[in-house]
């Protein structure tokens, strides 16, 4: 009645019973006064194009799942098209709303100024001399919060040019202040929690607190051993 052309993916029934999927465009064919007088339009069997997709949103959302539990994501920048992806954990991360993708130097800018250098170095590294890069690093987010993440990068290389950089984002911001909490406990020996010893330079244990109990009795040490 419109005319208006129409495109449409339909799920259908087969023969045999069995599900598959119809690409379908159609358009109105008129006569000279603008009279529907038919339809015509072609049509093409996207079955295994919609398996394919199915498979990979399946597969995007198991990692993105696994992602969300242990707090790492994954990243990809793409040379050859420009454009940054990241998983939806590397996302929240940023606190940034799920889908958006930042262009590179964007990304880069979230990272603490005084370690924006580091960040650069280690990209440009990856790709004009293929080093793989593993830092630790300060991430300011959306949001203004400060957190520690971990980054491992690894370039693709293709006829000797970098098309592709990839690789993992881990937020360790707890486990950063584990390891404060257990620097600044390592200044009262006493009172550590954890065990701390001290060694002269030929390895003789000078000293080790409480804590130290457990280690010492499966190592079959004492004060004193070397």
Known sequence: ETGIPYELELETVRKDGSNGWMWVRGEAETDSAGNTIGLW????????????????????DFLNRTGDIAKVGGWQINFETGKVLWTR??????????????????????????????????????????????????????????????????PIHKEGKCVRLSGTFQDITEWKKAEEEIFILSKFPSENPNPVMRLSKNGVVLYANTASDDVFKNWGLKVGDK
Do not use: C, M
């Open 89 to 154: 954990t590397t996302g929240r991360i940023h606190e940034l709303p799920d889908g958006f993708y930042p262009d590179l130097e964007d990304a880069i800018n979230y990272y603490h100024p005084d370690d924006r250098k580091l960040v650069r170095e280690s990209i440009n590294r990856a790709i004009e001399d293929g080093e793989t890069f593993n830092f630790e690093t300060r991430l300011i987010t959306a949001k203004g919060h400060e957190r520690w993440v971990r980054a491992i990068g690894q």
């Open 41 to 60: 339009g072609a049509a093409q069997d996207i079955t295994e194009r919609k398996k394919t997709e199915k498979s990979l949103l399946e597969s995007e």
